[in-house]
């Protein structure tokens, strides 16, 4: 069984930085793509962003020039960089893999004041 926890939420204000970390249970060399979403509450959850084994990345539109996703699979980690957020950031976010089904972690809790 796999399992993925995320980790580095938190309260930052407008223009301010966080980095989220999604560890998995299992070596990430393992697990194609691994995806970043995030759920805004009365929203609908959306892909963020994703990374292959290759290391290609592929991003939302609203997040495109501010966030970048990494992984490093000695740690089995893989990284969300958020910089310049803004309110409309705000969202518990996801990491998730299709690996057996699909597998989500539990969320963690972005917010951005102005």
């Known amino acids: 069984q796999v399992y993925l926890t995320e980790s580095g939420g938190g309260l930052v204000q407008a223009g301010g930085s966080l980095r989220l970390s999604c560890r998995a249970s299992?070596?990430?060399?393992?697990?194609?793509?691994i995806n970043w979403y995030r759920q805004a509450p009365g929203n609908q959850r959306e892909l963020v962003a994703t990374?292959?084994?290759?290391?290609?990345?592929t991003y939302a539109d609203p997040v495109k020039g501010r966030f970048t996703i990494s992984r490093d699979n000695a740690q089995k980690r893989v990284y969300l960089q958020m910089n310049s957020l803004q309110p409309e950031d705000t969202a518990v976010y996801y990491c998730?893999?299709?690996?057996?089904?699909?597998?989500w972690g539990q969320g963690t809790q972005v917010t951005v004041s102005s």
């Open positions: 998730h893999s299709r690996i057996y089904g699909g597998v």
């Open positions: 990374i292959t084994t290759g290391g290609s990345t």
């Open positions: 299992i070596d990430i060399s393992r697990i194609n793509n």
